[in-house]
């Protein structure tokens, strides 16, 4: 297993719909192995083969609930469902999230509070999932990159303007920009 570079926003393959997952092969698995090295080293809870640089329709998840539930698992194909959004402005205490794609930041985004997600695991067996609350917000956001589609691009205008200015700043919203767990320290 290995510690694989994070993509950071701009790189294209950020922002294209990635392609299904057509054999669970051995590079698969190995893929996934890397994947959940990579997000427990930055540490996140949730990362898409996209963020790694591979556009297929996959992403790894892990999140300890309040009780100290563990829920960790991969998701391969994966088809979501969800509930209505309810209307009003994202409560930027509750609501906010960040991205390891966009590394040190959070911003209030509104999520469906309930969602379904079917796909196959890495054996081709059926999942279906259907989880609220913090879970439900971790399944869009991490499906929402096997769409090309970061949460930022979701943000009201003047969020969306502050993170362009940050992208600016620190030099990222080109091809190629990554960080490395571990290695780099941007308060992912």
Known sequence: MAVLPIRIMGDPVLHAPADPVTEITDDIRRLVADMFETMDAAPGVGLAAPQVGVGLRLYVYSYTDDDGAPWRGVIINPDLWMRPL???????????????????????????????????????????????????????????????????????????????????????????????????????
Do not use: N
């Not at 409560?91 to 906010?96: F, G, I, L, N, Y």
């Not at 869009?140 to 691009?153: C, P």
């Open 86 to 188: 309810e209307p009003g402005v994202p409560d930027p205490d509750d609501e906010s999230e960040g991205c390891l794609s966009f590394p040190g930041e959070r911003f209030p985004l509104r999520r469906s509070e309930e969602v379904v997600v079917t796909g196959t695991d890495l054996d081709g067996e059926a999942v279906r999932i259907q989880v609220s609350g913090w879970r439900a917000r971790i399944m869009q956001h991490e499906f929402d990159h096997l769409d090309g589609v970061l949460y930022i691009d979701r943000l009201d205008d003047s969020d969306w303007k502050t993170t362009q200015k940050i992208a600016r700043k620190r030099g990222w919203g080109r091809p190629g920009a990554a960080w490395l767990p571990g290695v780099d320290d941007l308060d992912a």
